[in-house]
């Protein structure tokens, strides 16, 4: 009987490993913990949403990480990705399209209007590149799989159900990136909670809603150190390092600005 009993143990130890119901155990007493000031009712919310039989180890996120361009790629190589004739020609585009808000903007956080265009052409392709993965997947495969995002990751999904909580979203129906950003900026969810605005004052930050993601861009460079009114856009120049706070790669900032040159080329020849 003793054996049987320790078989069965055996048994149900290793299946919850195998199906994951250990780590799922552990990343939501993790996030709990990150929520010691929040309320019964959104302490339920987390409690149901990481108990939800959608929260699912996505592989492909782990993956992406080991094959990350900035990684693995020459900066030429890299560079094609994002500074090539649509998104030159897209981001020329989406700025005449978008002309009066982004002087508006550019003049209230004194910015240059078409660095906000390369984030966006870069980040979403001007919003055509928005989901692949369910936001909160990225975020749990990096807790419970990955040792050394786990502790940012445990902290992003705190976030993440915090403003799902507090907008009354599933947070199932949030796509965005690998990584766990969401939105036409593809803000994580930590920066959206922290530094995206209401920039069109209609009570509601709004991920997908060109006034707002805009603002918010052009908020979060200037809250990380985007120096006001300059158009120094060298190698480690404070628009570099601003940019670079975006994503912590010296090949991303670099292709920002390479892009940035290139649809400022493209809309004065086109005039």
């Given at each position: 009987m003793?054996?049987?009993?320790?078989?069965?143990l055996?048994?149900?130890?290793y299946?919850?490993h195998?199906?994951?119901f250990?780590?799922?155990?552990?990343?939501?007493?993790k996030?709990?913990?990150?929520t010691q000031k929040a309320?019964?009712?959104?302490i339920?919310?987390?409690?149901?949403?990481l108990?939800?039989?959608?929260?699912?180890?996505?592989?492909?996120?782990?993956?992406?990480?080991?094959?990350?361009?900035?990684k693995i790629?020459t900066?030429?190589?890299?560079?094609?990705i994002?500074?090539?004739k649509?998104?030159?020609?897209?981001?020329?585009e989406?700025?005449?399209?978008?002309?009066?808000?982004?002087?508006?903007?550019?003049k209230?956080?004194?910015?240059?209007?078409?660095?906000?265009v390369?984030?966006?052409g870069?980040?979403?392709?001007?919003?055509?590149?928005?989901?692949?993965?369910t936001?909160?997947?990225?975020?749990?495969?990096q807790?419970?799989?990955?040792?050394?995002?786990?502790?940012?990751?445990?902290?992003?999904?705190?976030?993440l159900?915090s403003?799902?909580?507090q907008n009354?979203i599933?947070p199932?129906?949030i796509?965005?990136?690998?990584?766990?950003?969401?939105?036409?900026?593809?803000?994580?969810?930590s920066?959206?909670?922290?530094?995206?605005?209401?920039?069109?004052?209609?009570?509601e930050?709004?991920?997908y809603?060109?006034?707002?993601?805009l603002?918010?861009?052009?908020y979060?460079?200037v809250?990380?150190?985007?120096?006001?009114?300059?158009f120094n856009f060298?190698?480690?120049?404070g628009?570099?390092?601003?940019?670079r706070t975006?994503?912590r790669?010296?090949?991303?900032?670099?292709?920002?600005?390479?892009?940035?040159?290139?649809?400022?080329?493209?809309?004065?020849?086109s005039?």
């Amino acid at each position: 009987m003793k054996i049987t009993y320790i078989v069965k143990l055996i048994i149900i130890f290793y299946t919850a490993h195998l199906f994951g119901f250990d780590d799922q155990q552990k990343v939501l007493d993790k996030v709990k913990a990150q929520t010691q000031k929040a309320g019964k009712a959104e302490i339920t919310f987390i409690e149901k949403s990481l108990k939800d039989n959608r929260l699912l180890i996505n592989n492909e996120v782990i993956k992406r990480f080991k094959e990350k361009p900035e990684k693995i790629k020459t900066y030429e190589q890299y560079k094609k990705i994002f500074v090539n004739k649509e998104r030159i020609e897209g981001g020329a585009e989406f700025f005449e399209k978008n002309k009066k808000l982004l002087s508006e903007i550019s003049k209230e956080f004194s910015i240059d209007p078409i660095v906000l265009v390369a984030i966006v052409g870069v980040e979403t392709n001007y919003g055509s590149k928005t989901s692949g993965f369910t936001v909160i997947n990225s975020l749990y495969t990096q807790a419970a799989k990955m040792p050394k995002r786990s502790r940012w990751a445990v902290k992003e999904i705190a976030e993440l159900l915090s403003f799902c909580y507090q907008n009354n979203i599933d947070p199932y129906s949030i796509e965005g990136s690998y990584a766990g950003a969401f939105g036409y900026g593809q803000f994580i969810p930590s920066s959206f909670n922290r530094l995206s605005i209401d920039y069109n004052k209609d009570g509601e930050k709004d991920p997908y809603d060109w006034e707002d993601v805009l603002g918010s861009v052009a908020y979060y460079l200037v809250e990380n150190g985007y120096p006001k009114n300059s158009f120094n856009f060298s190698y480690k120049s404070g628009i570099w390092h601003a940019i670079r706070t975006y994503n912590r790669s010296d090949k991303y900032a670099n292709a920002i600005i390479d892009l940035r040159n290139e649809i400022s080329r493209e809309i004065f020849l086109s005039h």
